[in-house]
């Protein structure tokens, strides 16, 4: 008797769920139906919304180009592209008014331009106006100990639409990697946009580190040493990668910086046909006239160009340095100092370098390291005069100003054996060789090592090499790439 009770308990759940599946459909229909006519009445809200800022000499109102750079004061390779692609479209297009959504609230738009002339030897010759946002703490990385990329990405969404609220576009451009504002402005704001991409929020590579349970800066040791959650994690990666790959492919136009986030860019959003390589602009031309013959001076100085953030491994630096130090003691070496030299965009960067100064302690190299924090492009150049060696050791570094500068100025580059510096950089010249890559400490120091032992006349002929080879960086290169890529959206 059991059974049949069982069984027509079972066929009464199913009819009653039976029953609700036609009123559950035309439920989730006319949602459907309310979410787009309420999405269509914001994209024509804000297209109404949407007012010329100016009007030409001829009566026709201006086009708006904005672009999405929450920390366009900051003084990365990052920054150095959005001030030379507006240069560059401020030349083409003198007549448009430009706009920068910027979280920097701290300063004034003249402050932030001058900043730029500063830092990048950069003056635009028409203005900018800034449109300054308030919640840029939303996209913070310390905000979310957990599930960054999701809390950072989300965080983004709402940034994207206080800065659509403040001013809407006719072509929107993110500069600075939010691919998750790429759809808001597109179909709500009506816009085209285009996007460059410096590194992409996920990556093959970060899934790889996941499934290899491989401890990193962003894969934390206790998660890897946990099975279920090794998995969890991946699974979580795996679908933010597929929302990633659908609201980058929103973009009209895709620019990428370099081979390696080429290949993870056409792998995740799949639009091979917009996409193009353009490298970031390194101001070659400014270090040219920096003598490529070392000076006679005792030591060396070994320089680092950077930003001061997590990704950058400044940390192994300091240790390889260290190591460095610790086989020469028994040689009659040279004095040998260590100058980090980078830009902090807010606290979480000011206690880093609070760390890496402790770890210098902890190592006994103090007195032989030294910090240099947002300096002049002067103080730069200075530097760079002075090296022997520059140094980089960012895994997978997306391209690599930094290591670009330092091969322009001379130095005898020494950077990671990953992503655009082995891809696109640090490559033969002609058959020769233009610098030097390593992966761990030991490799580093190693490679320091023989650096050093080399010839003023060996090493003379890297920097010659390397000198050689990056005048495909300039930005000449730059300008002309980008404006060839973005023409699509002035169509």
């Not at 708006?64 to 479209?89: D, S, T």
């Not at 006719?170 to 402005?185: C, K, N, V």
């Not at 992409?200 to 890897?224: E, G």
Request: glycine letters at 8%.
């Amino acid at each position: 008797p059991g059974v049949p009770i069982l069984s027509l308990c079972l066929f009464l759940c199913l009819s009653f769920f039976y029953s609700l599946l036609f009123p559950g459909l035309i439920i989730c229909g006319v949602l459907c139906v309310c979410l787009v006519i309420a999405l269509w009445g914001i994209r024509i809200h804000m297209q109404r919304k949407k007012k010329p800022m100016s009007i030409c000499k001829n009566g026709k109102n201006q086009m708006v180009i904005a672009f999405f750079h929450p920390y366009c004061n900051a003084g990365g390779g990052g920054e150095r592209v959005l001030w030379c692609a507006l240069r560059a479209l401020q030349k083409k297009y003198p007549e448009a008014v430009y706009v920068v959504y910027t979280g920097d609230a701290n300063v004034s738009g003249q402050q932030i331009l001058e900043n730029a002339f500063r830092r990048f030897n950069i003056r635009l010759t028409h203005p900018v106006q800034f449109v300054f946002l308030k919640k840029r703490y939303l996209v913070e990385d310390s905000r979310y100990p957990h599930f960054t990329l999701l809390g950072q990405s989300l965080g983004s969404v709402f940034l994207g639409w206080e800065a659509l609220l403040q001013c809407v576009p006719d072509i929107y451009i993110d500069s600075m990697g939010y691919a998750f504002t790429l759809p808001l402005f597109k179909y709500l704001g009506g816009c085209r946009v285009g996007s460059y991409v410096h590194y992409p929020t996920i990556s093959t590579d970060m899934l790889s580190v996941v499934k290899n349970q491989h401890a990193s800066f962003n894969n934390a040791a206790f998660i890897t040493k946990n099975p279920c959650l090794s998995k969890a994690k991946l699974v979580y990666y795996y679908l933010f990668a597929c929302i990633y790959g659908l609201v980058g492919s929103c973009s009209d136009v895709v620019m990428v910086n370099s081979s390696w986030t080429l290949n993870h860019i056409l792998s995740l959003w799949k639009v091979g046909h917009c996409t193009n390589i353009v490298y970031p602009p390194c101001d070659v031309q400014t270090f040219l006239d920096i003598p490529l013959h070392e000076k006679k001076t005792p030591g060396h100085l070994l320089v680092s160009i950077g930003q001061f953030r997590p990704e950058k491994n400044h940390a192994l630096q300091i240790r390889a340095f260290a190591n460095l130090l610790n086989k020469k003691v028994t040689e009659s070496a040279p004095s040998l100092k260590l100058v980090l030299i980078g830009g902090c965009r807010n606290k979480d960067d000011e206690l880093r370098v609070n760390q890496l100064r402790k770890l210098a302690e902890d190592l006994g190299v103090q007195d032989a390291v030294e910090f240099k924090i947002n300096i002049s492009f002067d103080e730069l150049k200075n530097y760079l005069s002075e090296a022997t060696i520059g140094l980089h050791t960012m895994w997978n570094e997306h391209f690599g100003i930094g290591v670009v500068e330092c091969m322009a100025a001379g130095t005898v580059i020494l950077a990671h054996d990953s992503g655009g510096p082995k891809l696109d950089i640090v490559v033969p010249h002609e058959g020769g060789r233009t610098g030097f890559l390593a992966e761990s400490e030991e490799e580093y120091a190693e490679a320091m090592a023989h650096i050093l032992s080399l010839t003023a006349g060996e090493r003379l002929q890297v920097r010659r090499n390397a000198r050689a080879s990056v005048s495909r960086f300039s930005d000449q290169e730059f300008e002309v790439t980008f404006l060839s890529s973005v023409e699509k959206l002035f169509k």
